[in-house]
């Protein structure tokens, strides 16, 4: 507790100090455009779903590092991470598994085909010179096929414009474990381009709890080293159409414990390339926008793990040289037409295949999977108040067939009020991954029988403006229904279609600019996820989540925060038993500060974790204790 006290005492004469200094800065204004609900921009009122967005202004004014940090502070959304910085890490949307989310950088699906339900490690994904962040919750495989139970996380990178511009900047924790990135960016004629490096090495600490470690016994650091390199290159071929070249790089390398147990030689490295090609038209005074877009990425994983005085090979453990190798290959094509100013149609088809080999320890697997989706929706805003969606999608799959979805969708804006009334129904599905269909071995082997995953889902909710728009309130009611989900059971021999779930809750949210010098914002979900056919909860899906921060500008170039998570209320497999337990709830408090010393260079500090919790996410993996950092970053 002493650091918190330090931080509070420094804290609150600031900001007692702070009207006095009313006027000094201008405060962050909330997105008004959405990009990803109808895959076309939109008017924040005009949006028929629910969706957070964070931008690249509030994602560095918060200091958050990576994708992680930013999706613990979203509403609907629940991370769980093995550990410190590189270990596994998954998504919950709404309740939703891990691989019920569709995950997009700039318009590609990052999902890994090489794992076994198909879902993404967001370990490994940083912030550095992302545009925006939209998390869109609820059904959406009529936009975007496959895996959109729970909703769609799209990131993307910002389109380099102006004269050259950049930034750098490093910092150092208490625990050493560093950070350093930057871009350049802008344009010249017709080219613009942007490109950023971000690197990350941390000594680590020992994932494994206290309880499982005997007096004296053997301790290790699971060290993580991170290089990413992303770009975004375009050329406008005249006013009314431009090609753009998105790729990005990711290479790793992390040490990890098993459940329970220090392994100073387990190690996984990773790299993963995305690449994506794409052609955007505009025609007819603007009328119809077409977008042609292909995709090739390869996910790469190589995990090792040799006998040890620790952990000794035996009749039930062999040492591990295992590879891991998902390909995919997507390739759309987009129209949005304007039928009128306040009707407009979005369609398009998409293809995608995705290829695995995986080579563990001489049990080789191989398969590849096809799918082709149809869709189209439409949109319409009558009388400058209701806005109505209606949308169709069938998606062809190589070794199931044909799967139709669909979604309607309101929002009714009273101006006078400035109240928003939204609603939404839609169905969606998860096409069972490659391995769950091919994996060969006595172990979970794969089905060729498994049919998709299936949901529908309802929400309802309004949001209100008060103060000119300073001040938004929401508050959302959402229910889904699973069917046929595939998991691998007692006797664990193969995979079937065995669970049927519901998940229901509710997502409030508050984001309010007091002054130009303050901003407060927070949000609470509480969330139902149970197993219907056994009535029992599903793990890893926290009931209460409540996130508060609070920012304060009290002097020019003065920037001062403070954010707050509590979690609570969540069950999860007993690390030796395997028994459902509920672990114990946690709060995590963080603060930020940062001081323009002069123009373009920006001194900073963080600490998280103030409270230094000591908590499992999940059940039998110590999360990071208190760290504090420090650095600098400059722009030219």
Known sequence: MTPLRGILCAFLPVVAAAPAFAQVENAPTLPSVVITADREPVPAERVTGTVTVITQQQMEQRQQRTVIDVLRTVPGVSVQQSGGPGSQTSVFLRGANSNHTVVLIDGMNIGDPSTPNGAIDFAHLATENLERIEVVRGPMSTLYGSGAIGGVINMVTRKGSGDLNGSVFTELGTRLQSTSGGYVRGSLSRFNYNVSANGVLTPGETVVPSRFTPPGGYVDNDAYRNVTFASRLGFEVNDNAQFSLFTRYIDTQVKYDQVGQEDPNATEFTQQLFNR????????????????????????????????????????????????????????????????????????????????????????????ARQTGVYGQIRGTFFDAL??????????????????????????????????????????????????????????????????????????????????????????????????????????????????????????????????????????????ARDTDKNTPLLRRPENVFTGRVAVRPYEGVRLGAELLSVSGRHDANAITGATMEPSPYKLLRATAAYDIRKGVELFARAENILDQWYEEPEGFNAPKFQAFFGVKARF
């Open 277 to 368: 090609l794409q052609f955007d038209g505009s025609f007819f005074n603007d009328r119809w926008k077409p977008t042609i877009g292909i995709n090739y990425s390869t996910v790469y994983r190589h995990d090792l793990d040799f006998p040890s005085p620790q952990v000794p090979a035996g009749p039930f453990r062999s040492p591990q040289d295992a590879t891991y190798s998902g390909r995919r290959m997507q390739a759309d094509f987009k129209n949005v037409v304007a039928i009128t100013d306040d009707i407009s149609f979005v369609g398009g088809i998409d293809y995608d295949k995705t290829w695995v080999y995986t080579n563990a320890d001489g049990a080789q697997n191989w398969g590849d």
């Open 387 to 528: 806005t109505l969606s209606a949308g169709v999608r069938n998606d062809n799959h190589s070794q199931y067939g044909d799967n139709g979805t669909w979604r309607v969708g309101a929002a009714y804006l009273v101006h006078a009020t400035d109240t928003k009334f939204k609603a939404s129904y839609g169905t969606a599905f998860k096409a069972p991954a490659i391995l769950e269909l091919y994996n060969v071995g006595a172990f979970c082997a794969g089905n060729p029988n498994l049919q998709p995953e299936r949901s529908r889902g309802t929400e309802a909710g309004v949001e209100q403006g008060l103060f000119a728009g300073k001040v938004k309130a929401g508050a959302t009611f959402f229910e889904n229904y699973l069917e046929n989900v595939v998991q691998c059971v007692a006797p664990f021999a193969t995979y079937t279609n065995v669970q049927h779930a519901k998940t229901s809750g509710v997502e409030l949210t508050l984001d309010a600019q007091i002054t130009s010098w303050l901003d407060i914002g927070g949000s609470y979900t509480l969330t139902y």
